[in-house]
């Protein structure tokens, strides 16, 4: 039986609820403070070290899920998964979804005239080994529009959600890439106070990439504490 961790109420470095530049939020926002449910057994234990048997083997290569490799450049992103100790954090599992090399995701509602890549689904999964590390291999995802305002475009990035030791412990997230103009003046990056937007940012990594196949970037995702990876609110994931 695994226990975790009670609400800990607002966090800094969390995404503001209500960001009128991310126009969504001006009709998704909680209008009223939150209640505070007690957690029941079912939501505070899980399978924690079965998630791999329950869930079937790791998706941790998005680029051979298909007949041919998918078309764009060819990355690998690991990293770590720490707890506000620093401590690595082993059985967590990490679901990867992400837009394909021209910024076109598979699903039905999206719009964007960039074309469908049939070799590539952008979804993936891993877990995390005995010392927290994770690793996983895709193509860098694309830029896109998104008609939250005139010219807005959403900068590259790859959408993370991780379980721990039980189903109520989900938490979302998203990272980009290092030098990407485009996270400056997107709203969504920046409802995420300056002081803690870096930490969304991955670290491009020789040692990570591999010679003659693919660039390397590291990602840590650290849990809660001073150092904490912002993490969404909701369960909008459409961008």
């Known amino acids: 039986m695994n226990i975790i961790s009670p609400y800990r ?31 029941t057994l079912t939501e505070m234990t899980g399978p924690a070290a079965s ?3 329950l869930m079937g083997p790791s998706l941790a290569d998005l680029t051979s899920q298909h007949r041919s490799p998918p078309l764009g450049q060819r990355i690998v992103v690991s990293g770590k998964v720490l ?3 620093r401590r690595p954090v082993p059985n967590t599992v990490i679901e990867i979804w992400q837009a394909n090399a021209a910024g076109r995701y598979i699903h039905a509602k999206d719009d ?3 074309p469908i890549d049939e ?8 877990i995390t080994d005995d ?8 193509i860098r995802p694309g830029a896109y529009p998104w008609g939250n305002h005139k010219n807005a475009w959403r900068p590259a990035h790859i959408h993370l959600s ?7 412990t989900r938490l979302v ?6 030098d990407d103009p485009l996270i400056e003046i997107d709203p969504i990056a920046n409802s995420v106070p300056r002081m803690y937007r870096e930490r969304m940012v991955s670290r491009f990594d020789m040692e990570t990439t591999v010679a003659n196949w693919a660039l390397g970037y590291i990602f840590d995702i650290i849990l809660k504490g001073r150092g904490a990876t912002p993490f969404e609110e909701h369960d909008d994931h459409d961008h």
């Open 112 to 114: 964007w005239d960039a």
């Open 51 to 53: 998630w791999e048997r």
């Open 173 to 178: 997230t998203q990272f980009y890439f290092p």
């Open 119 to 126: 070799n590539f689904t952008g979804a993936g999964r891993v």
């Open 9 to 39: 109420g607002d966090d800094p470095a969390a995404p503001r609820l209500l960001h009128p530049d991310y126009r969504a939020t001006i009709t998704r926002a909680p209008s009223r403070p939150p209640l505070l449910i007690p957690q």
């Open 131 to 138: 010392e927290g590390h994770y690793r996983f291999v895709t």
């Open 162 to 168: 991780l379980l721990g030791p039980a189903f109520a």
């Open 83 to 85: 707890d506000d100790r």
